[in-house]
């Protein structure tokens, strides 16, 4: 069995096992979990749940003008990054061919300069996430090994990716087959991880705001 | 039969035989899958991963509301 043949068969295999059993655990055992009863007077005016989580989740998608300044620089790259390895996971041909073999459904893709682009965009934004994160002295002090750990299991695919698609340094399938078993390591880790904030977002924003629209908190 | 006027057919151009005179040609999917693509896609494991997850999913937090439920009873007085 070729290194090319082990991940696109059972690695890539096992480790889709894997992210799917986890993202379930941590989702079925944290929905199913005692809920706390909110014993506060709702206000009279106070919209319906879902108005409320869809405005919370909404209204947190940019931070208050309170509090921009400060939060400026990580925002704007936190976007770039996140919109950055959205357009290269759904809009590189090989990976809508990758995605249609596991789900039948595919889409056009974008052209390779356009991701090309995108990902060297993505990999300087990534970069400059970790130096901030490395360089400011309250957020060194809060990061953990799970925030560097995210950080490197979402670099690596890129990097890797970038460098197949350029053919550099060692034959194309050696290549691709490093490349595959970095995801791997991505799906793997996604669940354990703070990765899991791409399901958990939803969730947490959208329970603060029915917590906030039910008080009649302005947000 | 040959293709392109009788020019040619796969075989005769030194590939495999593609089945071209087959009922259903084309339609049944393609001989080749893109190097991209995972070589296995078995669901009953991705699906006994996901029950397996769900399974965990659901013990862990009947566990979780025993022991809420065993620390109210402590302590009520």
């Known amino acids: ?219 | 039969m040959k293709w392109n006027g009788g020019v040619s057919f796969p075989i005769q151009s030194g590939h495999g035989c593609l089945g071209c005179s087959e009922p259903d040609f084309w339609d049944r999917g393609s001989f080749y899958r893109p190097l991209s693509s995972n070589t296995l896609n078995d669901v009953e494991i991705i699906g006994g991963a996901a029950a397996a997850g769900a399974a965990v999913g659901v013990a862990s937090a009947w566990l979780a509301r025993r022991r809420k439920q065993r620390a109210e009873k402590e302590a009520r007085p």
């Open chain 1, 1 to 219: 069995m070729s290194l090319l043949d082990f991940a696109r068969g059972p690695a890539i295999e096992i480790a889709i096992a894997i992210f799917v059993a986890g993202v379930l655990w941590r989702l079925v055992s944290l929905l199913l979990l005692p809920w706390a009863k909110d014993r506060s007077v709702k206000r009279a005016d106070a919209p319906h749940a879902v108005v409320g989580a869809v405005r919370g989740f909404v209204r947190h998608l940019w931070p208050p003008s309170t509090y921009l300044r400060a939060s400026l620089f990580s925002i704007v790259n936190g976007y770039v990054f996140h919109v950055g390895l959205a357009i290269i996971v759904f809009g590189l041909a090989q990976h809508i061919l990758f995605l249609r073999g596991l789900f039948g459904l595919s889409w056009p893709n974008l052209p390779t300069g356009v991701i090309s682009v995108v990902s060297v965009v993505t990999l300087a934004s990534l970069l400059a996430a970790l130096g901030r994160r490395m360089t400011k002295p309250v957020l060194k002090l809060l990061s953990t090994f799970n925030d560097y750990v995210s950080w490197l299991v979402t670099f690596l695919p890129v990097v890797t990716g970038v460098i197949a698609v350029s053919h550099l340094w060692a034959p194309y399938e050696t290549l691709l087959s490093v490349h595959i078993l970095t995801v791997c390591l991505f799906l793997i880790w996604f669940p354990f991880g703070k990765l899991m904030h791409a399901f958990l977002v939803f969730l947490t924003r959208s329970e603060t705001g029915i917590f906030y629209s039910r008080r009649g908190v302005e947000i």
